[in-house]
């Protein structure tokens, strides 16, 4: 006997979202929401992802929305046009949760709902102890994962995927079977033909030992939380780590730290990640180069930047620009240079230059291999690049950092950090001066 309020507290008028495929375990969650859709007041909305890999997604797709107009449920989808990843799940879940909460925010719901089963945790867990993860990884999926205003919410979550197979059928439930879940390249597949079947001979109700395994380990996290919670009032500032104070914890407390930071952009998906992942993390923190960074899945870099560490989604910045300099110029890093006629200032955000000493026009770039400056004051001249270091300018801004050179290529300022023998003091002759601002 079914009844998902044995699962899950619902409340008059929730309303939710419910990630459906048309799977036999989405078709069935969305029938049990009907059942009690009258007794809660509940309003449900489908939210439909067509993966554009099979010819019969957009058949499935019609036939939902179609289901949804006959039960007079709320029906949002969107078709995944195009796929830039090497791992076609990784990538497709990753949009699938995105288009999830956009459907959430628009209808202000307050759950999220998806039909992950007692196999899914299974196979989960199964996959994180053999690629790696932290206690929290190793516990799979929570029932309800707290969100930015809303939950996610898996009340399937100590069914069997055969059960809710034989749920559909007593209830005359439609839906369609994806058949490439039966392929062996996909490693969850794998996990679900071959490991699953050994487990439930061995003990028919082994998804309900994971469960509780999968528990015991949530327990134990809270526990762990708490002095991770104060390690991380002492290792951070301003959301990145300080490297010194970080080192000073013991190691376990570290890579806690690492997964609880990683956790802002992988959320509760963290199989995305295993030791591998953290083992460079860790060598990168370690290493002696003031400067370093590595790429992440889904975009995220981790960098360093002397004693700073930090995680950041990575963007698409300008890699190089040149603009040729008249009177005024923003710049890509929001900064601006201009021409001014008088100012008492002196510092390097100041450049005095006489006519007669360079060539016109002038222009504003970013710094090119070999670049080297005639320093003020000095003999002979020093590489850009190791100007950038002595001032500590973090890796990722040196790419967009503007450097003004004539039209000889000389370098005449570096804006900001420092000036180059074309500068003139106050008493000397110039008829132009520049302002970085």
């Known amino acids: 006997m079914f009844r998902i309020e044995e699962n899950f507290s619902f409340k008059n008028q929730d309303r939710i979202v419910i990630g459906c495929s048309t799977g036999p375990d989405s078709m069935a969650l969305l029938d049990m929401l009907l059942k009690i859709r009258d007794k809660y007041d509940l309003f449900l909305i489908v939210a439909h992802v067509n993966h554009n890999v099979r010819k019969e997604s957009y058949q499935e797709a019609d036939f939902l929305k179609q289901y949804c107009e006959d039960y007079n449920i709320a029906f949002e989808s969107m078709i995944i046009e195009n796929y830039g990843d090497d791992n076609f799940h990784n990538e497709a879940r990753n949009i699938r949760y995105h288009f999830f909460e956009d459907v959430v925010y628009k209808y202000n719901a307050n759950y999220l709902m998806t039909a992950h089963h007692g196999d899914d945790l299974i196979e989960t867990i199964m996959m994180r102890m053999v690629r790696g993860s932290n206690l929290f990884g190793y516990g799979g999926f929570k029932k309800v994962v707290p969100m930015d205003g809303y939950s ?4 399937l979550i100590t069914y069997t995927k055969n059960e809710l197979e034989n749920y559909d059928i007593e209830n005359h439930v439609p839906y369609f079977v994806d058949y490439s879940n039966n392929k062996d390249i996909y490693t969850r597949n794998r996990y679900r033909k071959y490991l699953l079947p050994f487990l439930k001979e061995e ?9 509780k ?31 010194d104070r970080f080192l000073q914890e013991d190691v376990f407390i570290q890579k806690e730290i690492l997964y609880y930071l990683l956790s802002e952009f992988y959320q509760d998906d963290l199989i995305l990640l295993g030791d591998k992942h953290i083992d460079i993390i860790m060598n990168l923190i370690h290493s002696k180069r003031a400067n370093c960074f590595v790429n992440l899945p889904n975009e995220v870099i981790a960098r360093k930047n002397y004693n700073y560490f930090e995680f950041v989604r990575e963007v698409d910045e300008i890699a190089s620009y040149e603009i040729e300099f008249d009177q005024y110029v923003l710049l890509p890093n929001h900064h601006s240079i201009e021409k001014v006629d008088f100012t008492d200032d002196n510092s390097n955000n100041i450049c005095r230059l006489n006519s007669k000493d360079i060539t016109f026009p002038l222009i504003v770039r ?5 670049d080297r400056i005639s320093l003020k004051g000095l003999d002979g001249t020093k590489k850009i690049k190791d100007i950038f270091i002595d001032k500590k300018i973090p890796l990722e801004k040196r790419d967009i950092w503007p450097i003004v050179v004539d039209s000889k290529g000389h370098v005449v300022w570096i804006p900001g950090i420092t000036k180059s023998k074309f500068d003139k003091k106050k008493m000397d002759d110039y008829d132009i001066i520049l302002k970085y601002s």
């Open 152 to 155: 996610i919410v898996r009340p």
């Open 213 to 243: 395994f999968s528990n015991s380990l949530n327990d134990a996290c809270r526990f762990i939380y708490k002095a991770r919670s104060k390690a991380l009032q002492r290792v951070l500032d301003q959301e990145k780590i300080l490297i």
């Open 366 to 370: 970013t710094r090119k291999i070999g």
């Open 203 to 211: 003990e028919p109700d082994v998804h309900l030992k994971f469960l």
